[in-house]
């Protein structure tokens, strides 16, 4: 069964920082691009950030430019989003899937609270 798996959500307050992790098992994810999305109560999922497969190139949506990086580790079949001068609209259920993302590869999810 192919899983991905979110971690690392909490309470933070505005300004604070805290890091995600996305861990993938039932196959390999280290060939593929990958992105984090999010999904604010009463919005849409929305795309954050993607990888390419190599980890050599990297891209944003532009409200998390400049604060947020994602990365991986492609040994260990797993996805990393940090986010820093976190802001109460980042309030959202963080997802990982790959950067064209598939129905089936949705998960719980990992909720980000920022309080002001």
């Known amino acids: 069964q192919v899983q991905l798996v979110e971690s690392g959500g909490g309470l933070v307050q505005a300004g604070g920082s805290l890091r995600l992790s996305c861990a993938a098992s039932?196959?390999?994810?280290?060939?593929?691009?990958m992105g984090w999305f999010r999904q604010a109560p009463g919005k849409e999922r929305e795309f954050v950030a993607g990888i390419n497969w190599s980890g050599g190139r990297t891209y944003y949506a532009d409200s998390v430019k400049g604060r947020f990086t994602i990365s991986r580790d492609r040994a260990a079949n797993t996805v990393y989003l940090q986010m820093n001068s976190l802001k109460p609209e980042d309030t959202a259920v963080y997802y990982c899937?790959?950067?064209?993302?598939?129905?089936?590869?949705w998960g719980q999810g990992t909720q980000v609270t920022v309080s002001s």
């Open positions: 039932g196959r390999t994810f280290s060939n593929d691009p």
């Open positions: 899937n790959t950067d064209q993302p598939r129905a089936e590869y």
